[in-house]
T-cell receptor, first 116, second 113 residues
């Protein structure tokens, strides 16, 4: 299994500012995923981050709004730029499990973001 | 478009009884179906994976069924305990490495003593 940590665990931010969320994994992984989970909603994939290449964004998400870095195989950051109250959500990073159940995912604890 | 439906209302079960959660999907032929548990303020935790050619899978007090004809999965917790109270998410995954996992919105389960 993989152990994933995220920083910060929560934050309250002002409209128009940006927040960078960090995700650290205790083992090297090829792909890292960033999700958003709004209250009462399912997890929505924002982007997939591969080391050494640009992140792949899902429909409805753009790099200018959610820039992602992946400097090495154990770390990634997601920035929520020019925030508005609609960005209030839980942001989760995850990695794919390796081994027999390769299609399962391990998730970080999430970052709860509130934008005022 | 692909859609996953889980009981939107919370499920309240008496301790000791079997809790049964439903996951229905449309416009999708998943290769795998997964169940995750999510506690408040925490990320989802993987519980079980069942493949399309498997009808049933068990793990301790958990049992998952997968009916590709009905496009439905049932998730059972037998001898339920208050500690089982959480939100349970089902997720579908396709055949290729490029396919994305799609999550349902989850069902909140409460086990009362």
């Amino acid at each position: 299994s993989a152990v994933i940590s995220q920083k910060p665990s929560r934050d309250i931010c002002q409209r128009g500012t940006s927040l960078t969320i960090q995700c650290q994994v205790d083992s090297q992984v090829t792909m890292m995923f960033w999700y958003r989970q709004q209250p009462g909603q399912s997890l929505t994939l924002i982007a997939t981050a591969n080391q050494g290449s640009e992140a792949t964004y899902e429909s409805g998400f753009v790099i200018d709004k959610f820039p992602i870095s992946r400097p090495n195989l154990t770390f990634s950051t997601l920035t929520v730029s020019n925030m508005s109250p609609e960005d209030s959500s839980i942001y989760l990073c995850s990695v794919e499990a390796t081994g027999t159940d390769t299609d399962t995912q391990y998730f970080g604890p999430g970052t709860r973001l509130t934008v005022l | 478009s692909q859609k996953i439906e889980q009981n939107s209302e919370a499920l309240n079960i008496q301790e000791g009884k079997t809790a049964t959660l439903t996951c229905n999907y449309t416009n999708y032929s998943p290769a795998y179906l997964q169940w995750y548990r999510q506690d408040p303020g925490r990320g989802p935790v993987f519980l079980l994976l069942i493949r399309e050619n498997e009808k049933e899978k068990r793990k301790e007090r958990l049992k998952v069924t997968f009916d590709t004809t009905l496009k439905q999965s049932l998730f059972h917790i037998t001898a339920s305990q208050p500690a089982d109270s959480a939100t349970y998410l089902c997720a579908l995954d396709g055949y290729s490495s490029a396919s994305k996992i799609i999550f349902g919105s989850g069902t909140r389960l409460s086990i009362r003593p």
